[in-house]
């Protein structure tokens, strides 16, 4: 007995008409689903662009002008001193409007000069006596101003520390002139509208801190500058320490 082979007719592999149709309603579905996704993704890139575009072109869209503001509002200048001031603009919707103002003087008590990259900055230089008047800025038939007052009296500042760091909450005040401040989080503080003469400043003992005192001058209109280091009370460890708990 040999290898035999039997031949299968050709009848059990021709493809149905009906197989035909379903193979060719399935190509041509997958067609539109690749045609629908790749006209979807073309939308959504064009969606992203144009997002992109506006949100990077919405730095360059102002507003008209609505209002105009000077910061400080108000200054305390001493004779001969300066002091800078910035003026903004914003409009309805309170958005800044970039300005380019021109700076005045009214009251005679001294002069201004605008910042030369940015003209919203402007220096106000006081004059050798003493007055009241305002730095004004217009723009675009808008104005704001500042009042500002010309004194000779004068200012201590400073900051107070110790081993600790810098000391917040601390009184320092000048003797029988009462006046005082209280040093910052950043431990500075500021007495201002001092009268030109010589005073005790000192700080105000507490239970942490010892008194300390020194002798200032101060000069007419001019700051004065004392820095305070503050001694701990004795019994008082100049390191901070810390005690851990103790578990059983």
């Known amino acids: 007995m040999g290898n035999s082979f039997t031949k299968i007719p ?3 592999f021709q493809i149905t008409s009906n197989f035909k149709i379903i193979i060719q309603k399935f190509k041509k579905g997958l067609g539109h689903w690749v045609l629908v996704n790749w006209i979807l993704f073309g939308i959504w890139c064009l969606g992203f662009g144009i997002f992109a575009i506006a949100i990077g072109g919405c730095g360059d869209v102002e507003g008209e002008l609505e209002s105009l503001t000077i910061s400080p509002s108000d200054a305390l200048v001493g004779i001969d001193r300066s002091e800078t001031f910035r003026v903004i603009g914003k409009d309805s919707s309170g958005f800044m409007v970039e300005v380019d103002p021109t700076w005045s003087v009214t009251g005679g008590i001294g002069t201004i000069s ?3 990259v940015d003209s919203s900055y402007a220096t106000f230089k006081a004059g050798s006596n003493t007055g009241e008047g305002y ?3 217009s723009y675009e038939q808008k104005s704001a101003r500042a009042s500002v007052t010309v004194t000779e009296n004068g200012w201590l ?3 107070i520390q110790s081993n600790f760091g810098y000391v917040p909450g601390i009184r320092v005040e000048l ?3 009462s006046l005082f401040d209280f040093s910052d989080s950043n431990g500075r503080y500021s007495i201002s509208n ?3 003469g010589t005073y005790e400043a000192r700080t105000v003992e507490t239970d942490v801190y010892q008194v300390a005192s020194k002798e200032v ?3 007419r209109g001019e700051i004065e500058i004392w820095d305070i280091f503050l001694e701990t009370q004795p019994g008082v460890p100049d390191v901070p320490t810390t005690t851990l708990p103790v578990f059983p």
Request: cysteine-free.
């Open 135 to 137: 730095v004004v800025a």
């Open 194 to 196: 001092i009268p030109p």
């Open 175 to 177: 003797k029988d002139a």
């Open 10 to 12: 050709n009848s059990k």
């Open 217 to 219: 001058t101060i000069d």
């Open 114 to 116: 605008p910042h030369t």
């Open 157 to 159: 500042e400073g900051r």
